[in-house]
């Protein structure tokens, strides 16, 4: 990553929160000075006590905010003195507000054309972050659309880093929020070219985890960072059960339909590996009379807003999705999280279990482990550092099932086999059009 631009801080009073400047080479532990907790002791009470002026104070009431959450009680007074900020926390902790707040703070101090850069891995996570602004008071937002990579992924990077380099040079705050995800789908090169046209910056970086590549990045584009960490590292929400379920491959389908069944009417989010088994599983889910839909980068951005609308307005209480899911969307009263292909990492798995068990709210995560999942499911529950439930499928009661989930099976084979057919005639009709223009 390139070299931070030089700027001057606004210096914190306490020096015990200061540290030396990170290394350039191998990561070095951080002074426990410079690595902040949540205290239970004098902590602000209030949106007041933080810092923040009466009409941000009033917004953050208008829209339910009560009390600062941790996240936000420990990143906004440094924020708001002007310090670089590494922030882990887990999902639904309110780490957008932690840093939408000081920047607005900071734009009501000195208004300008482009004040601040909010980059985030999804579009549609950069839709609710732009929400997010918009409902605490400010209206003036530019947002971007990302470039559809095909993946369910896009960036902004080419426009940030060559079309609009002359306005964002004047752009004070960089914000990477879920950065963890922005450097897992590769977009080290785009951040680079962004780092070099924000001379003068504040930069924070928000993820759930902390990676290699976060460490990277932070030496990288950071000066002097506090890091504020709200949770343990890989920490699952405190109200989420977490249970496998055992089952021969042979029959995963069998079992996986009877899990569904106990919990027919629940918010279930499915999550699977790759775009076309979450294809299948919603044709043979809608052919078994489960109300599912699919969510994937293959669809188009309003096809996947759709299904999204449909789920949170719970005409469809069945989402089936890839990963591109798994990372941030506010998607709200999530009962069960169903793991359907187990992630190949830990981290994917903490990001698509914390789609349930929200701001307190109780939720069930299941994962399906067949005999060919074990160690990639033993690797999870060590990152854990817990032994997961079993899950008990009653073998009897499952291939009850078994007939009724050929036929579906087979009927969804059949449609997937003739929009690959559809799909290629397209292709091929493009190509011909490309080559001999259109008749």
């Not at 700027?7 to 080479?25: G, I, V, Y």
């Not at 009560?66 to 670089?84: N, Y």
């Not at 902390?210 to 709200?230: G, N």
């Amino acid at each position: 990553m390139s070299p931070p631009k030089k700027r001057k801080h606004t210096k914190d009073t306490n020096p015990s929160t200061n540290q030396e400047p990170l290394s350039t080479d191998e990561p070095e532990p951080f002074n426990p000075a410079s690595q902040r907790s949540p205290s239970t002791d004098n902590s602000p009470k209030t949106f007041h006590d933080l810092g923040l002026p009466p009409v941000l104070c009033k917004s953050c009431t208008s829209l339910g905010y009560k009390t600062p959450t941790p996240i936000q009680t420990q990143c906004i007074p440094l924020a708001l003195s002007g310090r670089d900020i590494i922030g882990l926390a887990e999902t639904e902790s309110g780490k957008t507000a932690a840093f939408v707040l000081p920047i607005l703070q900071a734009l009501l101090d000195k208004s300008q054309r482009l004040h601040s850069l909010i980059l985030a891995p999804t579009r549609e996570l950069a839709q609710q972050t732009a929400n997010v602004v918009k409902d605490l008071g400010c209206s003036g937002i530019c947002f971007v659309p990302a470039v559809d990579r095909g993946d369910g992924y896009g960036f902004a990077g080419d426009i940030v880093g060559e079309k609009a380099a002359c306005y964002s040079r004047d752009a004070g705050y960089l914000v990477l929020d879920e950065a963890g995800r922005l450097l897992d789908c590769d977009f080290g090169p785009a951040l680079d070219k962004i780092l070099e046209v924000l001379p003068g910056r504040m930069t924070c970086l928000f993820s759930a985890t902390m990676s290699s590549k976060v460490e990277s990045l932070q030496r990288a584009s950071l000066m002097d960072p506090v890091r504020v960490s709200v949770s343990a590292k890989s920490q699952t929400s405190a109200t989420l059960l977490q249970y496998y379920a055992l089952v021969p491959f042979k029959w995963k389908d069998v079992h996986f339909i009877h899990l569904l069944n106990e919990h027919a009417g629940q918010m279930t989010i499915i999550f699977t590996r790759i775009i076309r088994q979450t294809q299948r599983l919603a044709i043979m889910l809608r052919n078994l009379g489960f109300p599912a839909i699919p969510i994937h980068g293959q669809l188009s951005q309003s096809a996947r807003l759709a299904s999204l609308n449909k789920f949170r307005a719970r005409s469809q209480n069945i989402l089936i999705a890839t990963d591109v899911a798994a990372c941030g969307l506010d998607i709200p009263s999530v009962d069960l999280v169903v793991n359907y292909d187990l992630p190949e990492d830990s981290k994917t798995y903490i990001h698509r279990v914390g789609r349930t068990a929200r701001a307190g709210r109780s939720g069930i995560a299941i994962s399906i482990v067949a005999q060919y999942d074990t160690e990639i499911y033993s690797r999870i529950e060590a990152v854990l550092g817990k032994k997961l439930k079993g899950y008990e499928i009653p073998e009897d009661e499952a291939m009850l099932f078994a007939e009724r989930v050929n036929e579906a099976q087979r009927a969804a084979a059949v449609q997937l086999r003739e929009q690959g057919q559809r799909g290629q005639s397209s292709k091929k009709r493009q190509e011909k059009q490309r080559r001999h223009g259109p008749r």
